[in-house]
């Protein structure tokens, strides 16, 4: 008989790029686990996360780990992520005009200001750590932007922002302090800019958001409080820990980095080949709200799929030929999601990443690592926490 | 072949917008436009790739 392997996603050992997930995947399109069934094939994940018969399966997380009251589970049971159907596309909608393609566009200028900032800051050292002086300053500074918080903000908002991720780690339960410290700071700080948009409207996302509120009263100033510090929550460390994952693919790819500097024009396309082989959210999760039966496996009500998705981005039946390429057009990538609950920040670093990737690239032409720096596990939601860089200083502009 | 959308599925997240402009459009409420149904070998590709990237799989292209 066959072996069946079983994964233990929470192992620190465990890397969800490794060999045995993807020989595992040619035998099955599904896995055990320790955490629920890991789907590894692309068609069935694509079909899974878009199957109405799941519901996002991360509301009952902090259930699951032994916290069932306070602060944390009260705001978690009311996140985006964690509702659905009628209250969820009610919020979703009010939300979706300052996240629209045409909105984030508009911001482009200011992102490579901001990036040419950044880079300026360190460029004639030829070294940096990527993830202080550019990943973590960079995201956190575009939430500012959108929330309307003021930038020098960004130091206290990137440290609340990540002490909310440790709601996402294996010692939740241990750092529950520090996570219930990070959202009543958040809160506050949010607060205050939504009373300060109350008496002086600006053209920004909160002004916006209380307009919706007054003309047909459908958010109210809680659930506006608890959008707001979502929104941080989940733009800040996802955009910083992809960007650092970007540069370590690109840089084992020195001739794609080569070519991303010349052609700025390829950042859109390099950021859906970086996330196809290389995502920060490695899995994502559904849990079914009804008996499932799909290609021969049985999902009870209430049994937790998890969507694996670089194993998905590197199957071989989906993508032919998947070997690294900036150039390539393949089948949508699973990095933001998908089905009702698609990453709704999704244009914001889609456009921030597309424009800093090419300015990084032309002024860190022959960037390498220097040391093996520091990583999260290769599971979860995985990327650098140090990760210095060397390099000889390329031009600022071309030409 | 025409294009057709299911607005039940619909999110109005305009990412079909931003593959194939000339086809989809988020009017100014945020409501979901076909600005051309028509299926041609031009944008062929395009929409192949909007009714692929759709989140809610809100769209298809049906026989006329
Ligand atoms: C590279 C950066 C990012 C990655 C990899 C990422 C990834 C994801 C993923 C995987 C989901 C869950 C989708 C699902 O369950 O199908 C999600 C949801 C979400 N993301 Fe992002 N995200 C990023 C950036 C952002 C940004 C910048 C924002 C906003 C400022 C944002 C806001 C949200 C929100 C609000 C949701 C919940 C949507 C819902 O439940 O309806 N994300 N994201
Ligand atoms: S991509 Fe799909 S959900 Fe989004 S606007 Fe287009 S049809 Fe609607």
Redesign the pocket.
């Known amino acids: 008989m066959a072996h069946t392997p079983h994964f233990d996603l929470s192992d620190p050992a465990f890397d969800v790029t490794s060999d045995v997930v993807h020989a595992a995947r040619d035998q099955q399109w599904y896995v055990e686990t320790n955490w629920g069934w890991a789907v590894l094939r692309y068609a069935e994940a694509n079909a899974i996360?878009k199957d109405r018969r799941f519901r996002?399966g991360n509301a009952r997380w902090p259930e699951q780990n032994g916290i069932h009251s306070g602060m944390f589970s009260d705001w978690w049971a009311e996140v985006?992520?964690s509702i659905e159907g009628d209250d969820?596309a009610r919020i979703?909608r009010l939300?979706m005009p300052a996240?629209r393609n045409k909105a984030i566009a508009a911001m482009r200028p200011r992102f490579q200001a901001l990036a040419d900032e950044l880079i300026d800051g360190f460029v004639e050292r030829g070294e940096v750590e990527f993830v202080s002086e550019f990943a973590e300053p960079y995201a956190s500074r575009i939430?500012c932007v959108?929330l309307g918080l003021p930038e020098e903000d960004w130091p206290q908002v990137a440290h609340w922002a990540d002490d909310l991720g440790r709601s996402f780690g294996i010692s939740v339960a241990a750092d529950l302090p520090r996570i219930e410290a990070a959202l009543d700071g958040l809160h506050r700080h949010l607060d205050a800019v939504v009373t300060d948009r109350q008496a002086t409207p600006r053209d920004d996302l909160v002004t916006t958001l209380l307009q919706a509120q007054e003309t047909d009263g459908t958010l109210t100033r809680h659930e506006l409080g608890v959008a707001l510090v979502?929104?941080a929550f989940?733009?800040m460390e996802?955009?910083r820990n992809?960007l650092g994952l970007a540069l370590q693919t690109l840089l084992s790819h020195p001739d794609q980095w080569r070519l991303l500097g010349e052609r700025p024009d390829l950042g859109g396309q390099a950021v859906e080949e970086i996330?196809r082989v290389n995502?920060?959210?490695t899995w994502?999760?559904r849990e079914a709200v009804e008996d499932v039966d799909l290609h021969g496996l049985h999902i009870p009500a209430g049994g937790i799929v998890q969507v694996l998705s670089h194993a998905a981005g590197t199957d071989p039946a989906a993508m032919p030929d998947p070997g690294f390429d900036i150039t390539a057009v393949r089948p949508p990538h699973l990095?933001?999601?998908?089905?009702?609950?698609?990453?709704?920040?999704?244009f914001?670093?889609r456009t921030d990443?597309a424009v800093a990737l090419p300015l990084l690239a032309r002024r860190m032409p022959d960037a390498r690592a220097d040391g093996p720096g520091e990583w999260l596990p290769v599971s979860g939601n995985t990327g650098p926490v140090r990760y210095p860089i060397r390099f000889t200083p390329g031009p600022r502009s071309g030409g | 072949m025409k294009v057709k959308v299911d607005f039940d599925r619909c999110q109005s997240n305009g990412l079909c917008e931003a593959i194939a402009p000339a086809t989809f459009e988020l009017d100014d409420d945020d409501y979901l436009q076909i600005l051309d149904d028509e299926v041609t070998e031009q944008n062929r590709e395009a929409i192949e790739r909007a009714v692929a990237s759709c989140p809610t799989s809100a769209i298809s292209i049906v026989e006329d």
């Not at chain 1, 990095?335 to 999704?346: D, K, M, N, Q």
């Open positions: 996360l996002q985006l992520l969820h979703r939300l996240f939430i959108l979502f929104l989940a733009g996802t955009t992809q996330m995502p920060t959210v994502i999760t990095g933001f999601g998908s089905g009702v609950h698609h990453c709704l920040g999704h914001v670093a990443m």
